[in-house]
C-alpha cells in the first residue's frame, strides 16, 4: 500500500472490497471513502491512526449493532456480483435461508476438504438460535479495525456478507479485540441470544480453517482439535 496525499493506494484489492466498504458505510460504518477503483488498484481515503479510546470501544459496539441490525437478503448474499474472498482465501458463496446448515457446508466442509480435514469437520454441531441475516464486516481482525487520531474505530479491509451477527464477534475473541465496552455497548443496542458466549468457539472454526489453508502448519492441529471439542 502507498501513501498519496490525503489518501492510500492499495494494489492488487480483494474483487469485492470496494463493494463492501460502500455496503458497509451504507449500514452505517465508520469507512474510509473510496476515491476511485480498478480491478487492480483501490485509492481509499487515509485515516491518520491513533489508538482507540474508551470511548471508541462503546461507538465500536454500538457502530456493529447497527451495521448487523441492517441486514442482508440471504446469507452468502454478498455486496455486489463477484468472487468471493476472505483474506487471500476465495470461496464459493451461494445464498440459503437456513444458517446452522450453511455455516457448515458452505463455509467450513468446502475448506476443511482442502486441508484433509472434511470426516472431523463434518461431525460438527452448528445448533445456533434462529436469527436474520445480518450485514457482517466478514474479516474483523486486530489488523482490520483501526482507531484514528480522535479514538474512534474504523473498519477497513472488509469480506462482506451475509452471515450471523455473531461470527463477527467470533472473529474480534480470535485475536483479543473485543474489548468489554464494545461487548456490552452492543448488547444496549442489540441483545444477543442466550448461550452467544458459548458458541463463539464454533464461529471460529472458520477463520481457523482459513488459517489452515493459507498457511497450514499449526493451524491445522488448532482445526482438529476444535473439530474434536465441536463434535456430535
Known sequence: MRAMPDAFVKHDPAPLEAAGLRWLADAGARVPAVLDETPDRLVLERVDT????????????????????????????????????????????????????????????????????????????????????????????????LADRSGRPWLIDPAANGGHREVDHAMLDLVGTNPARTAAAYEEVSPHADGWRERIALWQLFPLLVHAVLFGGGYLRQVHELAVSLAR
Open 50 to 145: 491513533g489508538a482507540l479510546d474508551a470511548a471508541g470501544e462503546e461507538e465500536l459496539g454500538r457502530m456493529l449493532a447497527t451495521v448487523h441490525g441492517a441486514g442482508a437478503p440471504r446469507f452468502g448474499s454478498l455486496p455486489a456480483a463477484g468472487r468471493f474472498f476472505v483474506g487471500r482465501c476465495e470461496l464459493d458463496t451461494p445464498e440459503a435461508d437456513d444458517w446452522n446448515d450453511y455455516y457448515l457446508q458452505h463455509r467450513c466442509l468446502p475448506l476443511a476438504r482442502r486441508v484433509g480435514l472434511e470426516a472431523e469437520v463434518a461431525r460438527v454441531v452448528v445448533d445456533a438460535p434462529s436469527e436474520p441475516p445480518a450485514r457482517l464486516h466478514g474479516d474483523l481482525w486486530t489488523g482490520n479495525l
